[in-house]
């Protein structure tokens, strides 16, 4: 068995999430990992099997989005000879694979609702028919299901069956996005930044420049775990210097100035139509100012706003736009009304 992924991190939020699932792994129940792309549900999978009774088992993976609609069936629970056009021989399924040990459904929101009923029967009472067959299956797997989407929501939608979600939902464990664990940044950059110097034939990692660190730091990372480790390992591959500390960092690999302007390209969008928004309430002439202190409140609260809005409402980056620390941006904040909290 491969050596097992390792989890890094010393948040709070991260730590609460990976002893829940180490709880969770000694019982024999179905668990459901939510988090955005990249946030590292498979990894949580991986940990919630190897920690269990399971763990000289096998590991079954399947991403329920990689497949098209008419082959999730077939790929999770086998089909017989002549079963459909191409069916030449008998398969077995995941299911069928993952007896006596664990099978993780990533994206398992995106199954048909066809599938969904046979993996309500699964889950139920352990047994399955391939396709093409009446012949009654019975297997013994842990089932562990991932996905970035709100399956109570789904439910509510009509999009996902209640039944099987009850079922699936004995424990939730949710992750953190990486732009809630602050703190686990520099680990998890520098952790990167180590194996992709090894990996270029470095004899040793050389650090990265204050305004590269600065730049981690603050940016939001949207791709999560994910975009940070392809960040990290672009920026040492292209600055190419094993002695100088890392200089540059490419967030967007895309960005040139001979970049295609497509009709999906930002840049070609329309231009928003001034009257469609409110205009933001004017402030008055400085000579019609009577109350130096509210007018220059309200424009400090205006700032705010603005900042916060150009910034997708992320903290950090809004302080360091705004040449502010976390601390002072909390407490202009709050002294305008403007946390949500």
């Given at each position: 068995m491969a050596a097992p992924a390792q989890l890094i991190g010393s948040?709070?939020?991260?730590l609460d999430?990976?002893?829940?699932?180490s709880a969770a792994a000694a019982l024999n129940r179905p668990v459901l990992v939510i988090g955005e792309r990249g946030t590292g549900k498979e990894l949580i999978a991986d940990r919630l099997h190897r920690l269990s009774p399971r763990w000289s088992q096998p590991l079954v993976s399947l991403n329920c989005a990689a497949l098209p609609e008419n082959l999730i069936d077939a790929e999770l629970?086998?089909?017989e000879t002549g079963a459909f056009t191409g069916a030449q021989r008998a398969r077995a399924g995941r299911f069928e694979d993952a007896d006596g040990g664990t099978l993780f459904l990533d994206e398992i929101g995106t199954l048909s609702s066809q599938a969904q009923e046979r993996l309500l029967r699964v889950v139920e009472y352990g047994e399955l028919t391939r396709l093409g067959s009446n012949k009654?299956?019975?297997v013994d797997v842990r089932l562990v299901g991932a996905t970035n989407e709100d399956l109570p929501g789904m439910v509510a939608r009509g999009r996902f069956r209640a039944d099987l979600l009850d079922r699936l939902s004995f424990e939730v464990i949710t992750l953190p996005p990486l732009r809630e664990r602050a703190e686990d940044i520099d680990e998890l950059?520098?952790?990167f930044a180590r194996r992709m110097a090894a990996e270029l034939g470095w004899p040793r990692f050389p650090g990265f420049a204050p305004r590269v660190q600065e730049q981690l730091a603050t940016w939001h990372w949207p791709g999560n775990i994910r975009e940070l480790?392809?960040?990290?390992?672009?920026?040492?591959?292209?600055?190419?210097?094993?002695?100088?500390p890392v200089g540059q960092l490419v967030i967007d690999p895309?960005?040139?100035?001979?970049?295609p302007q497509g009709a999906s390209s930002p840049a070609a969008a329309p231009a928003p139509v001034a009257s469609e928004a409110p205009a933001a309430p004017s402030l008055p002439p400085p000579e019609q100012v009577s109350d130096l202190r509210c007018a220059v409140a309200a424009y400090e609260k205006r700032i705010?706003?603005?900042?916060?809005?150009r910034h997708r409402h992320n903290q950090r980056r809004t302080a360091s736009a705004l040449g502010l620390s976390y601390d002072q941006l909390r407490h202009a904040l709050k002294r305008h009304g403007l946390l949500g909290e």
């Amino acid at each position: 068995m491969a050596a097992p992924a390792q989890l890094i991190g010393s948040s709070s939020s991260f730590l609460d999430a990976v002893e829940r699932a180490s709880a969770a792994a000694a019982l024999n129940r179905p668990v459901l990992v939510i988090g955005e792309r990249g946030t590292g549900k498979e990894l949580i999978a991986d940990r919630l099997h190897r920690l269990s009774p399971r763990w000289s088992q096998p590991l079954v993976s399947l991403n329920c989005a990689a497949l098209p609609e008419n082959l999730i069936d077939a790929e999770l629970f086998g089909y017989e000879t002549g079963a459909f056009t191409g069916a030449q021989r008998a398969r077995a399924g995941r299911f069928e694979d993952a007896d006596g040990g664990t099978l993780f459904l990533d994206e398992i929101g995106t199954l048909s609702s066809q599938a969904q009923e046979r993996l309500l029967r699964v889950v139920e009472y352990g047994e399955l028919t391939r396709l093409g067959s009446n012949k009654v299956i019975t297997v013994d797997v842990r089932l562990v299901g991932a996905t970035n989407e709100d399956l109570p929501g789904m439910v509510a939608r009509g999009r996902f069956r209640a039944d099987l979600l009850d079922r699936l939902s004995f424990e939730v464990i949710t992750l953190p996005p990486l732009r809630e664990r602050a703190e686990d940044i520099d680990e998890l950059a520098f952790h990167f930044a180590r194996r992709m110097a090894a990996e270029l034939g470095w004899p040793r990692f050389p650090g990265f420049a204050p305004r590269v660190q600065e730049q981690l730091a603050t940016w939001h990372w949207p791709g999560n775990i994910r975009e940070l480790k392809n960040v990290v390992e672009r920026a040492l591959y292209r600055w190419g210097d094993a002695d100088r500390p890392v200089g540059q960092l490419v967030i967007d690999p895309f960005e040139s100035p001979w970049r295609p302007q497509g009709a999906s390209s930002p840049a070609a969008a329309p231009a928003p139509v001034a009257s469609e928004a409110p205009a933001a309430p004017s402030l008055p002439p400085p000579e019609q100012v009577s109350d130096l202190r509210c007018a220059v409140a309200a424009y400090e609260k205006r700032i705010l706003e603005a900042a916060l809005e150009r910034h997708r409402h992320n903290q950090r980056r809004t302080a360091s736009a705004l040449g502010l620390s976390y601390d002072q941006l909390r407490h202009a904040l709050k002294r305008h009304g403007l946390l949500g909290e």
